[in-house]
């Protein structure tokens, strides 16, 4: 069986380059968007701490994108006055 050996960044073809800063810079936008949510969100529109939260969303993808889905309760949707 062919073992698998860790490329060093110069030997990465330019696509691969590309690819790996954009999914890098995806994940620090999602802790960014995800922190600065929980940070702004009162604690009665989080479901769960506020603390527990913050540290869950540095688990890579899955935790700023769990927090997005589970972590903020949803609010009434804003009923128009009617004429």
């Known amino acids: 069986m062919f073992a698998l050996r860790r490329k060093k960044w110069s030997e990465m073809s330019i696509p691969a380059r590309v690819g790996f800063v954009v999914i890098g810079l995806i994940q620090v936008s999602l802790l960014i968007a995800a922190l600065a949510d929980i940070r702004k969100r009162p604690a009665a ?39």
């Open 45 to 83: 529109q989080i479901n769960g701490s506020k603390a527990l939260w913050a540290g869950l969303v540095f688990i890579n993808f899955v935790g700023p994108i769990a927090y997005f889905v589970k972590g903020r309760k949803r609010l009434p949707a804003a009923t128009e006055p009617t004429a």
